[in-house]
């Protein structure tokens, strides 16, 4: 990693900023399209690059971060990049301890049980050295990327994280991590507050490295109700946008951010109004609907349900003509309303760009 590779400056002109014009809400000649996920084991080059590695030693690697970033990119004209990481890098910078367990997915062996166990883990993160092998794999691949699309970084959000580091892993109820939102309140809060800390430095040193724009995923959301949601998601989600916009506004820089909050039906109006230029929809949101309750606030983003790459591509075309018919094309970006699953086919998520990239620009041009 030596010499202007590893720099986070000169980096190549962008020749496509669709994306980015989109997230700003301005006009663009096709909707852009990217998928969540688009790195990964639905790839036949992924599964030959990650075999027999140990996952978190893949992503503490800049260049096999980078080449997985870019695979994607090489098949697909996609209008945006995203970087392979994994959001449960936060837990592990703060101390704590995550495997990739093969079939059962992350694990924490030693996860949180009561208040007093928070005093494990480290309150004052230094993000550039804990996490600096994320920030270099944004500055390789911004490098390598030459101007091609725009480079997205992202993180978890608390709650998301915080129920990671209660439950040990995944989880159908996720009511480990709920009882301390009603058990130990003031603990949830504390322990919330110490990742806000964390994410919003990790969120703009992903921006000193190259990251041109920002997601921040709330994969959670939908396990809590309205009132727990405004109280242990909302207030940090807002947290979040509103610290990391000053410091970069202090700075003269204007990087977009996207919320996810996966199956917060209800938050729909309070995201639009939380700070994020975007706001990224799951596939049970009508799109007409979600238009009307964030009044052309935000730029929305998704919401095909991912199951739907399944179809025949003919079909995946016509699903996708609908699904612009109910954004419209000015302030949309296109994507799934969750990522890519492993068995899904490359050539139907080709059938997806194009038919996204195909359909738009004649909507645009008709106008």
Known sequence: MQ????????FP???????????????????????MRQAGRYLPEFRESRAGKDFFETCRSPEACCELTLQPLRRFSFDAAIIFSDILVVPQAMGMDVQMVPGKGP??????????????????????????YVFRAITLTRHKLEGKVP???????????????????GSNTHSKAKRWLYQHPEASH?????????????????????????????????ILGPAEFKEFSLLYLRDIARRVKDKLKEDGQDVPMIVFAKDA???????????YEVVGLD???????????????VSLQGNMDPCALYAPKERISDIVHK??????????????????????????????????HKHSKQMIEQK
């Open 3 to 10: 010499g202007k590779e590893a720099d986070p400056k000169d």
């Open 190 to 222: 504390m322990l919330l507050r110490m990742l806000t800390d964390v994410i919003v430095e990790y969120l703009l040193g992903q921006v000193a490295a190259g990251a041109q724009a920002l997601q921040v995923f709330e994969s959670h959301a939908g």
């Open 107 to 132: 694990t924490f062996p030693d996860p949180l049980k009561d208040p007093e166990d928070l005093q494990r883990l480290r309150v004052k993160v230094d993000v550039n050295t804990e996490l600096g």
């Open 13 to 35: 002109q962008l020749k496509n900023d669709t994306f980015l014009r989109a997230a700003r809400g301005e006009e663009t000649q096709h909707v852009p399209v990217w998928c």
């Open 323 to 356: 699904m612009l018919e109910g954004f419209g094309t000015r302030g949309y970006i296109a994507n799934l309303g969750h990522g890519l699953y492993p068995d899904m086919d490359p050539e139907h998520v080709g059938a997806f760009v194009q038919a996204v």
């Open 151 to 169: 480079l997205i970084g992202f993180t978890g959000a608390p709650w998301t994280l915080m129920s990671y580091m209660i439950e040990g892993g």
């Open 265 to 275: 039906h209800y938050g729909v109006e309070d995201l639009s109004q939380s700070h």
């Open 283 to 297: 596939w049970t949101i009508d799109p007409r609907s979600a238009r009307e309750r964030t009044g052309g606030k």
